[in-house]
């Protein structure tokens, strides 16, 4: 077990190991909070704090849990830090709270989450597991972002709610609604399998 | 209002207007992942809708009885995720000793069921909504039969693709998303039915 830093811990996440776009993981929040920019914003900034809450708390008891139970156990950590979240957000961001609506609570079954527990920071020190957390919390919320602006973009043509296209753009609704989400992400993965990188499935 | 709708109307609305996959974005993981073959995709759809309305009539009860009384209502995610994972390993061990049958068939899906979350988002909605128990149970038939229905009906199709000329970088994942966006286009035709 290493005992140093490293920093490659950190960058692997952001686009090597990206947990959309490579691993293909934890695509429901993803997909379902991306029409707006600031909803998906505060998705991803919830979701770095899940991890790197669940990263850190999973590396600290990785000892002494014990082998058997250890799956029951990460995924109470996790509830744990997404209720935390939840009551937090209803408290500081009523607005925000109830545009994340149901997939807010739903991150406790995302496979990220469990996927890092269990593959990283269960194996990892404290400050690795820190900055893996902190990687692919920030991957994932690049992946929400470069959707969420698609969508808005051709949505509404608007960034952020800031009128971008001005006042004659004919808004393509169909990108804000449920079909626009997949056809985004389909075209997308499409384009990064032709661009090149590592070929999934 | 809610309070007041008729049963039929949930079970329609949980069915095909707010399909669970193709308007909810839920359980997209093992769709996507599993549908690329019949069989499965029939095991899995089955096993859903059994699971998901065994645990939603219990994590219904569960709330209503045991966390409102108590003023323990923040604890309802932690609850409702270890009902799941346990009444699924429960179950498991009932199927195998009464049923072995039915348990070769539901094979691998069983215990992977546990981390859709198809199953956990309808018995939040369930709460959410404030259902009566027997809404309840429609409600969890109905979102669960919708996820069976929609990943049959996409894994019939998949089986076609298989042999479609395509270009090299629509193959597999890709080619399947922007399938399901034209489905959930049809879904999106039933929206103005009603409201819910």
């Known amino acids: 077990m290493k005992k140093t830093v490293d920093f490659k811990n950190f960058t692997l996440g952001l686009w090597k190991d990206n947990p959309i776009f490579y691993l293909m993981l934890g695509l429901c929040p993803l997909l379902a909070v991306s029409a707006a920019l600031k909803d998906a914003l505060g998705m991803g900034v919830a979701f770095i ?22 799956i029951p156990v990460f995924i109470v950590v996790i509830a744990t830090f997404v209720t935390i979240m939840d009551y937090s957000l209803a408290a500081f961001s009523p607005q925000l709270h109830k545009n994340l609506g149901v997939y807010l609570p739903l991150m406790v079954v995302n496979c990220i ?6 593959a990283f920071a269960s194996k990892n020190n404290v400050i690795n597991s820190t900055l893996d957390g902190l990687g692919m919390g920030l991957g994932f919320t690049i992946a929400i972002l470069i959707i969420a602006s698609i969508r808005e973009f051709l949505g509404q043509g608007t960034l952020f709610g800031i009128n971008i296209l001005g006042e004659n753009y004919l808004p393509l609704l169909i990108m804000i609604m449920p079909p626009g989400a997949f056809l985004v992400i389909g075209f997308l993965m499409a384009i990064k399998n032709s661009v090149g990188g590592r070929k999934k499935c | 209002m809610l309070n007041e709708l008729n049963i039929g109307f949930i079970f329609l609305s ?14 997209l993981c093992s769709f996507i992942g599993i549908s690329t073959n019949m069989r499965s995709s029939i095991g899995m759809g089955i096993a859903v809708v059994f699971v998901t309305v065994m645990a939603c009539s219990i994590s219904w009860i569960l709330y ?9 209502e923040y604890l309802r ?13 429960f179950e498991e061990i009932i199927i195998r000793k009464k049923a072995p049958a039915l348990y070769k068939a539901f094979g691998i899906y ?14 939040f909605l369930g709460i959410d909504y404030k259902f009566t128990f027997l809404q309840n149970l429609v409600f969890a038939v109905g979102v669960s039969a919708g996820y069976c229905f929609v990943i049959i009906l996409f894994a019939s199709m998949r089986e076609r693709l298989d042999n ?26 039933f929206k103005g039915l009603f409201k819910l």
Do not use: D, W
Not at chain 1, 49 to 70: A, D, Q
Not at chain 2, 18 to 26: E, H, P, R, T, Y
């Open chain 2, 14 to 27: 949980a069915f095909i207007v707010n399909n669970i996959v193709m308007i909810k974005f839920l359980g």
């Open chain 2, 77 to 89: 995610t932690v609850t409702f995720i270890l009902t799941i994972a346990s009444f699924v390993q």
């Open chain 2, 110 to 123: 069983l215990p992977l069921i546990t981390t859709n979350c198809v199953i956990l988002a309808s018995a």
């Open chain 1, 113 to 118: 989450l469990l996927g890092r527990a269990e």
């Open chain 2, 64 to 72: 209503n009885y045991i966390l409102v009384p108590f003023n323990l």
């Open chain 1, 49 to 70: 704090f899940v991890l790197v809450g669940s990263n850190i708390t999973v590396s600290i008891i990785r000892k002494i849990v014990p082998e058997h139970i250890r």
């Open chain 2, 164 to 189: 479609a000329p395509l270009p090299e970088a629509f193959k597999g994942v890709p080619i399947a998303f922007i399938m399901t966006g034209l489905i959930s286009l049809v879904f999106l035709g």
